[in-house]
């Protein structure tokens, strides 16, 4: 299997300020329960500054406290941002949920994760797409 590199224009730093400005939840797709695993990190990281997450989880009933849903679109709230902690192909099946659901503002694909197509497509219908780096290392380097 080949890394595929990222050849989207994504946000410069002031954008990505604006963007944590905005958002207010966050779904995070693949939230563990396991707290020695990154995605734990980094939702109960952007959960201690303030943000509401969703956790999307095939399992467990709460993860850090909040209900998990099985998918993006059981969430019955408005979702400003989804932060995905899944592999590359499954990308482009969320984002199909993420323009289903609607009211989405941010496609965020995590550090190490690239899908050029799905974040193409996210920016095509009017989304914020990123990818391939962390929202808590963004947050902590740009949110002081």
Not at 92 to 116: H, P, R
Request: proline share 5%.
């Amino acid at each position: 299997m080949e890394c595929e590199i990222s050849n989207i224009k994504m946000p410069d730093d002031a954008g990505i300020q604006d963007i944590f400005s905005m958002c207010k939840s966050i779904a995070i797709i693949g939230l563990s329960p396991d707290p020695t695993k990154d995605s734990h990190k980094v939702a109960r990281y952007l959960q201690e500054k303030g943000f509401k997450i969703y956790p999307v989880y095939p399992k467990e009933e709460t993860i850090l406290g909040e209900k998990v849903y099985r998918s993006l679109l059981d969430i019955p709230e408005q979702v400003d941002m989804v932060d995905m902690f899944r592999k590359p192909e499954i990308a482009n099946g969320l984002l199909e949920e993420v323009l289903q659901k609607g009211g989405v503002k941010v496609f965020w694909l995590q550090l190490g994760i690239v899908n050029n197509d799905a974040c193409e497509k996210a920016k095509a219908h009017g989304l914020i797409a990123i990818q391939n780096r962390c929202t808590k290392v963004e947050y902590e380097r740009l949110m002081k």
